[in-house]
């Protein structure tokens, strides 16, 4: 099959346009490399060799094919050499007024019918188009890095872009081994708006002393089935690319709460500790292996008090089955006793909130994450009060762990850890739907492939329940009192009338 750009230039000889190139060339394309940078182009093309070599080694290609690839590799020196070209990629430094003038330069070099594109990841397409003579040959060209790993690229079409344009990428997509999604020219377009949720309310937690970056890591792994947790994510992604992007998208969006950023990247940030590559971000590496601190021991506790559940506990049957599992020795009265330990499972109300509310003993009263069920969760969150006993906090993690599964204590917060970050995941991802930056399903594999979620972020609302999710959301925005919580309209329609998040309406 003859490829949809026969000669295709990459502008930019760094991790992305080297992707971008080897898998073009592997599509059959004609590349030609271009860079400002003396020998950048020429370093690039070794580079590139040498990973084909080495799939040559693996089995992975042959040795007749990695001649044909590196066959169809060629420096350019000047923009004068890209002049036949059908595809021009630009991946160069995010800074709009260098865009631009690149694209000047390229419209009076190549052929007016050949397409441009950027891979920008944060800067609008319409913006870098705007003085361009022929703008709807311009697209977003958004790519992942390493590129030949992440099997995905958003297609953005900028305000005059001819939608033939868009679908001419979107074919090139395939035959390069990738799965096109379509994207609106937002802010952070699909892949990085959808990924606000999961960071900057993880952020919030560690800032309001709730847990500590390792224990929110492991719960998010552990409870939802997240590849990585979120502050291990902004290690390998490094503070130096992540917090602009947080920033790039909240002021983009005018300051709107639901992608607030936090002092806590920008203060590590300025302090040079940005992640993995300098050995040192949210957790420390040694020879690159990161180190992680032990988790506390099971308290050792002779004499278990009684349990009392609360009968508005979130999946109360379960949980007293799980007790009663565990051994416990369960009061039944419509009140608990004066010794017993008294278990609340609410969703988005903190611990606190519940037990004054309910009239409970704040001192002997536990909270207990129940979102996600316990038989489909690897770990246990139980969360205190202020004024929670430390005989009764031993108590509680002591039984629930008593059949070998993690426990994780933590301070009160409003929704724990995970329907915090779940809720407001699906509630970002839900309004991206409401403002149409995307459909429901380019979003799910977008998201999917671009963040490595476990399922896209309407799936994970329906996993739990639209209704539950909402639950969680209007009690998070009473007990913090912040817009950031306010439930999108797409989540709150569909969630009142039992649809699924992924329903879209007959036009």
């Given at each position: 099959?003859?490829?949809?750009?026969?000669?295709?230039?990459?502008?930019?000889?760094?991790?992305?346009?080297?992707?971008i190139?080897?898998?073009?060339?592997?599509?059959?394309?004609?590349?030609?490399?271009?860079?400002?940078q003396?020998?950048?182009?020429?370093?690039?093309?070794?580079?590139?060799?040498?990973?084909?070599?080495?799939?040559?080694?693996?089995?992975?290609?042959?040795?007749?094919?990695?001649?044909?690839f590196?066959?169809?590799?060629h420096?350019?020196?000047?923009?004068?050499?890209?002049?036949?070209?059908?595809?021009?990629v630009?991946?160069?430094?995010?800074?709009?007024?260098?865009?631009?003038?690149?694209?000047?330069?390229?419209?009076?070099?190549?052929a007016?019918?050949?397409?441009?594109?950027?891979?920008?990841?944060?800067?609008?397409?319409?913006?870098?188009?705007?003085?361009?003579?022929?703008?709807?040959?311009?697209a977003?060209?958004?790519?992942?890095?390493?590129?030949?790993?992440?099997?995905?690229?958003?297609v953005?079409?900028?305000?005059?872009?001819?939608?033939a344009?868009?679908?001419?990428?979107?074919?090139y997509?395939?035959?390069?081994?990738h799965?096109?999604v379509?994207?609106?020219?937002?802010?952070?377009?699909?892949v990085?708006?959808?990924?606000?949720?999961?960071?900057?309310?993880?952020?919030?937690?560690?800032s309001?002393?709730?847990?500590?970056?390792?224990t929110?890591?492991?719960?998010?792994?552990?409870?939802?089935g997240?590849r990585?947790?979120?502050?291990?994510?902004f290690?390998?992604?490094?503070?130096?690319?992540s917090?602009?992007?947080?920033?790039?998208?909240?002021?983009?969006y005018?300051?709107?709460?639901?992608?607030?950023?936090n002092?806590?990247?920008?203060?590590?940030?300025?302090?040079?500790?940005?992640?993995?590559?300098?050995?040192?971000?949210?957790?420390?590496?040694?020879?690159?292996?990161?180190?992680?601190?032990?988790?506390?021991?099971?308290?050792?506790v002779?004499?278990?008090?009684?349990?009392?559940?609360?009968?508005?506990?979130?999946?109360?049957?379960?949980?007293?089955?799980?007790?009663?599992?565990?051994?416990?020795?369960i009061?039944t009265?419509?009140?608990?006793?004066?010794?017993?330990?008294?278990?609340?499972?609410?969703?988005?109300?903190?611990?606190t909130?519940?037990?004054?509310v309910?009239?409970?003993?704040?001192?002997?009263?536990?909270?207990?994450?129940?979102?996600?069920?316990?038989?489909?969760?690897?770990?246990?969150?139980?969360?205190?009060?202020?004024?929670?006993?430390?005989?009764?906090?031993?108590?509680?993690?002591?039984?629930?762990?008593?059949?070998?599964?993690?426990?994780s204590?933590?301070?009160?917060?409003?929704?724990?850890?995970?329907q915090?970050?779940?809720?407001?995941?699906v509630?970002?991802?839900?309004?991206?739907?409401?403002?149409?930056?995307?459909?429901?399903?380019?979003?799910?594999?977008?998201?999917t492939?671009?963040?490595?979620?476990?399922?896209?972020?309407?799936?994970?609302g329906?996993?739990f329940?639209?209704?539950?999710i909402?639950?969680?959301l209007?009690?998070?925005?009473?007990?913090?009192?912040?817009?950031?919580y306010?439930?999108?309209?797409?989540?709150?329609?569909?969630?009142?009338?039992?649809?699924?998040?992924?329903?879209?309406?007959n036009?």
């Amino acid at each position: 099959m003859n490829p949809v750009f026969s000669r295709v230039a990459i502008i930019g000889a760094g991790a992305m346009g080297r992707g971008i190139a080897q898998i073009a060339a592997q599509a059959g394309s004609e590349v030609h490399l271009f860079d400002t940078q003396s020998g950048a182009s020429s370093k690039a093309r070794e580079a590139i060799g040498q990973t084909w070599d080495k799939l040559a080694e693996k089995g992975k290609l042959t040795a007749e094919s990695v001649n044909l690839f590196k066959a169809r590799l060629h420096n350019a020196n000047r923009l004068m050499d890209l002049a036949d070209c059908e595809l021009v990629v630009e991946a160069i430094v995010e800074k709009i007024d260098i865009k631009k003038s690149v694209f000047a330069d390229l419209e009076k070099t190549v052929a007016h019918d050949a397409v441009l594109v950027t891979n920008t990841s944060s800067l609008s397409v319409t913006a870098i188009a705007a003085g361009m003579q022929h703008p709807g040959r311009f697209a977003g060209y958004h790519f992942f890095n390493p590129v030949p790993l992440m099997k995905v690229v958003e297609v953005i079409a900028g305000l005059r872009t001819d939608a033939a344009v868009c679908h001419r990428l979107s074919d090139y997509a395939r035959q390069m081994g990738h799965t096109p999604v379509q994207a609106g020219d937002t802010p952070g377009f699909s892949v990085n708006h959808a990924g606000r949720g999961y960071s900057t309310e993880a952020l919030r937690i560690v800032s309001e002393g709730i847990a500590d970056f390792a224990t929110i890591d492991r719960i998010l792994r552990d409870q939802v089935g997240f590849r990585l947790g979120p502050f291990e994510l902004f290690d390998l992604t490094a503070l130096d690319v992540s917090h602009h992007v947080i920033e790039s998208i909240y002021r983009q969006y005018y300051d709107e709460p639901r992608y607030r950023p936090n002092v806590i990247t920008a203060q590590r940030l300025a302090g040079g500790v940005v992640g993995k590559k300098v050995g040192e971000g949210f957790y420390k590496y040694i020879d690159g292996v990161q180190q992680v601190p032990a988790e506390a021991p099971v308290p050792v506790v002779s004499n278990l008090p009684p349990v009392w559940v609360s009968p508005r506990a979130a999946r109360r049957a379960e949980l007293l089955q799980l007790l009663k599992d565990l051994g416990a020795r369960i009061e039944t009265g419509q009140s608990p006793s004066p010794d017993a330990l008294t278990i609340v499972a609410p969703l988005g109300f903190d611990v606190t909130t519940v037990a004054v509310v309910d009239r409970h003993d704040p001192a002997r009263t536990i909270g207990i994450d129940m979102l996600v069920p316990d038989s489909a969760t690897r770990r246990r969150v139980l969360a205190t009060n202020p004024a929670t006993r430390t005989d009764m906090r031993d108590a509680a993690h002591a039984l629930f762990a008593r059949d070998g599964k993690p426990v994780s204590v933590i301070r009160d917060s409003g929704g724990f850890v995970t329907q915090r970050v779940v809720a407001t995941i699906v509630n970002i991802a839900s309004d991206m739907c409401q403002q149409q930056v995307c459909t429901p399903e380019d979003l799910e594999t977008a998201v999917t492939l671009g963040l490595a979620y476990p399922m896209g972020p309407l799936a994970i609302g329906n996993r739990f329940g639209p209704d539950s999710i909402l639950e969680v959301l209007f009690n998070m925005q009473t007990v913090y009192g912040d817009p950031r919580y306010r439930p999108s309209p797409w989540l709150r329609r569909r969630g009142a009338i039992g649809l699924s998040l992924l329903h879209t309406e007959n036009q």
